[in-house]
């Protein structure tokens, strides 16, 4: 095994995690891996996470220099069994036990004061730790191998898309780890919704797979809010909630061309753009007046969700100059995939 460094190349593996004999080869092989302190490409439910033993500090390095990841940037610690969360924290709460009897294992990550066994790499020197309990198989199965929480931020180059299949995974981090185990396209293929507590109020940090009205639904008597950094950007020298908002995100190569309107407009503003190296985003409905080239998703958020990441990177992978894509419903899922388009424009939004 190659020693770690910024020259270091690794001979990386891709392993199928598609049976329960395949998942428990490649949890095996990844835990062997982890132990020794280095990182590994993990599938779950949201998007692709680059894992590391979350006690083992030079290993969460490590996930750092692999991205090319501000080490102000906090991770989110992983967690196969809700028992795990009383060595990352001593204190809960109504609320918190409220969010996590309902949504985990699932794609909610819940912000909890750090015990004294979390490093400050982990949390970018914070007193808090982001936790959460997927529940995609092959993450449960690596972690619980493992025998200890991993710490994993979306495994992609920092600023770029995330990655929602191992191909892409490979394509940023090939050379860069030793090991990327393929556990199949993910289901929701946005990040997970990170969310503060403070006594009654539920501050949503980051919107993703669980939305807000679920949120309100699971714990009624709370109050939900959004926080302004979710469609805003930071103004000169604010601090952030979530040191993730004040980084550039998601973003590919090609313009982002984000704008809102009826699909009328929508449509007619897309094919202005002929010749000018453009490609369309949206569902099949609205692709089907438009004459540039498209890349289509089915008319629901959900579909839509899962496809974003993947065509901002299929745009640039064929080489487009400009992405044109509309504005979300900022409703459910939609208000995560707002938020995500909104970074990758650059807050920029043209009302048709
Ligand atoms: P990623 O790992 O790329 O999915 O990003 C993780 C997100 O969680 C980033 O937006 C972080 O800023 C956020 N996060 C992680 N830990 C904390 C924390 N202790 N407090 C607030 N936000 C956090
Ligand atoms: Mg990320």
Redesign the pocket.
């Known amino acids: 095994m190659p020693k770690y460094g910024s020259n270091v190349r690794f001979d990386t593996q891709v392993i199928k995690a598609d049976t329960p004999e395949n998942i428990s080869r490649a949890a095996h092989l990844a835990a062997q891996l982890l132990r020794q302190g280095q990182v590994v490409g993990m599938p779950t439910e949201?998007?692709y996470?680059l894992a590391a033993n979350a006690f083992d500090d030079s290993a969460v390095e490590k996930i750092f220099l692999a991205k090319g990841?501000p080490q102000d940037?906090?991770?989110?610690?992983h967690i196969s069994d809700k028992d795990m969360l009383e060595e990352l924290t001593a204190e809960c709460g109504d609320v918190r036990r409220q969010l996590i009897d309902s949504f985990w294992p699932g794609p909610l990550?819940v912000?909890?004061p750090?015990s004294g066994r979390v490093s400050l790499k982990?949390?970018?020197g914070?007193?808090?730790?982001?936790v959460r309990m997927p529940v995609h198989p092959v993450a449960l199965a690596m972690i619980s191998e493992a025998g200890f929480p991993l710490a994993?931020?979306?495994a992609?180059l920092s600023g770029l898309p995330?990655t929602t299949c191992a191909q892409h995974v490979q394509n940023d981090l090939s050379g860069k780890i030793p090991l990327i185990v393929d556990g199949g396209e993910c289901s929701v293929g946005l990040?997970?919704t990170?969310v503060?507590v403070k006594e009654n109020t539920i501050t949503v940090?980051?919107p993703g797979g669980v939305t807000a009205e679920m949120l309100k639904k699971a714990v009624p008597w709370a109050e939900i809010k959004i926080a302004e950094a979710v469609f805003k950007p930071l103004k000169e020298g604010e601090s952030?909630?979530?040191?993730?908002?004040k980084?550039k995100?998601y973003s590919p190569k090609a313009k982002v061309i984000l704008c809102t309107g009826k699909p009328e407009k929508i449509v007619d503003f897309a094919n202005g753009y002929a010749g000018k190296n453009a490609v369309f985003i949206g569902s099949r409905e609205v692709c089907a007046g438009v004459t540039i080239d498209r890349l289509e998703y089915e008319a629901s958020p959900e579909d839509e969700a899962r496809h974003i990441f993947s065509y901002l990177r299929r745009a640039d992978e064929l080489g487009y100059a400009f992405v044109v894509i509309a504005e979300s419903e900022n409703a459910g899922i939609g208000m995560a995939i707002n938020n995500r388009l909104l970074r990758a424009a650059g807050f920029e939004v043209v009302e048709l």
């Open positions: 949201t998007v996470g990841r940037n906090p991770l989110i610690v990550t912000i909890f750090k982990v949390t970018a914070l007193d808090t730790v982001a994993a931020p979306s992609n995330s990040e997970s990170v503060a940090l980051r952030a909630p979530s040191p993730g908002m980084h995100h």
